[in-house]
Nanobody, 120 residues
């Protein structure tokens, strides 16, 4: 079992900043990739950013230059720094992690989500 717990969401005005955190725990041997996804009301869940074990990052075009994904291996935590937020960034942000457990089994886990609301 791998558990992911997100925090850091909230209500912010357009142009503001938030920092999301996702702490992982459980029978983890290694992470292959960790990432953030968001789901706006009535829409599908879309990728926001990912970071691999080699620290390679990818971003959705809509957040490039505004969001930064990073991680702390010692704390098994991934972060999403969000700057210059826009109303269209509103949604539930979910953390995702894929890797290998100590039982030599692949895992893919999701957190419960954290709400981000950006007012205009």
């Amino acid at each position: 079992q791998v558990h992911l717990v997100e925090s850091g969401g909230g209500l912010v005005q357009a142009g503001g900043s938030l920092r999301l955190s996702c702490a992982a725990s459980g029978v983890i041997l290694r992470f292959n990739v960790m990432g953030w996804y968001r789901q706006a009301p009535g829409k599908q869940r879309d990728l926001v950013a990912t970071i691999t074990s080699g620290d390679s990052t990818t971003y959705a075009d809509s957040v490039k230059g505004r969001f930064t994904i990073s991680r702390n291996n010692a704390k098994a935590t991934v972060y999403l720094q969000m700057n210059n937020l826009k109303p269209e960034d509103t949604g539930v942000y979910y953390c995702n992690a894929e890797g290998l457990s100590i039982y030599n089994q692949d895992f893919a886990s999701w957190g419960q989500g954290t709400q981000v609301t950006v007012s205009s």
